[in-house]
């Protein structure tokens, strides 16, 4: 078996320290720790790199502490319109999901769409209903819906009607959830999953569903999951630009997304961060916000989540 990687992150959003209260903070860990275990269970087995970043993300989905799934942002209209998509690194398929309300877990729709080959995106109700068809588990919308995400909302709103926008916090702007994994076979994938941004306009569609931007993978340099303000990321094609650093200039993993992230995203001012493996299983994960949820498993198998600058070691 040859090396495997895995890393995940659970959005650069994340609130100053004292925003929340410590038990509250160790949930978090405690459920991206989880989403680790999820993933590597699969690699650690010998499975595919497309198995482990659909179960690491279905767990974050899963939790109310990431805004994906359950716990999901709230558009203008106080509905949750949800993203994903996930990457196969082999074949360059892919598939995703945009704008549903009903898929509990939209990553394992954008799963079936590449499964079944005939789009790569698929969108609103008609993504809704194909996942009914699909067997999928399908809920209310208010299934998603809790109290943090409803005064999130509120927060924004207020904002917005005082012109103080750009003074919120990433927390109450938004969120993702993503994970990348290299498999034994040195097969690499990505996968990511949102709810888009409190108060985003009705029909927004992020970076998150489009193959490039939030979510890239490409055997032989790199997969990639990102996280920011979404519109930027379509523009610089942030995933397919990290690993076109690798592969045209050579640059490192670590060189490449911290390229990107800290220097051609730096003059618009925009909360951005990002999870990516190479091809030679290394990790990178820069960000340039105060915190970004984020975790990764060593070769030797040692689990490791942060939040801010301190870097928790989980018992194996």
């Not at 004292?18 to 978090?28: D, H, I, P, V």
């Not at 509905?79 to 196969?88: F, N, P, Q, R």
């Amino acid at each position: 078996m040859g090396k495997t990687a895995l890393a995940i992150h659970g959005g650069c959003g994340v609130m100053a320290k004292l925003g929340l209260s410590e038990a509250e903070w160790t949930a978090a860990r405690v459920d991206l720790g989880r989403a680790l275990r999820a993933g590597w269970a699969v690699l650690s087995s010998g499975g595919s790199a497309v198995d482990a970043v659909q179960a690491a993300v279905v767990v974050m989905e899963d939790s109310p502490h990431f805004n994906a799934g359950y716990g999901a942002a709230l558009n203008a209209a106080g509905e949750h319109e949800l993203d994903a998509s996930i990457m196969d690194g082999a074949t360059l398929e892919a598939g995703a999901v945009t704008l549903v309300r009903r898929i509990r877990n939209p990553i394992k729709a954008a799963r079936r769409v590449l499964e079944k080959g005939e789009a790569v995106l698929m969108g609103g109700s008609a993504a809704d209903d194909f996942a009914k068809v699909e067997g999928l588990d399908v809920v209310e919308p208010g299934y998603f819906t809790t109290e943090k995400r409803v005064k999130a909302l509120s927060a924004m709103k207020a904002h917005a009607a005082a012109g103080t926008t750009a003074a919120a916090s990433e927390s109450e702007k938004h969120g993702t959830v993503g994970a990348v994994a290299l498999d034994s076979a040195g097969h690499l994938a990505a996968a990511t999953s949102t709810g888009g941004y409190n108060n985003k306009p009705v029909g927004r569609i992020g970076d998150t569903p489009i193959p490039g931007a939030g979510t890239y993978a490409r055997d032989g340099l790199c997969a990639v999951s990102g996280t920011g303000k979404g519109e930027f990321f379509i523009r610089y094609a942030v995933g397919h630009e990290v690993a076109s650093r690798i592969g045209y200039l050579g640059e490192t993993v670590e060189q490449a997304a911290t390229k990107v992230i800290m220097e051609d995203l730096k003059p618009h001012d925009i909360g951005a961060g990002l999870v990516a493996v190479g091809a030679d299983g290394s990790i990178a994960a820069p960000y340039n916000t105060d915190g970004m949820f984020r975790g990764w498993v060593t070769p030797e198998g040692q689990f490791f989540v942060a939040t801010h600058g301190e870097i928790f070691t989980l018992p194996q």
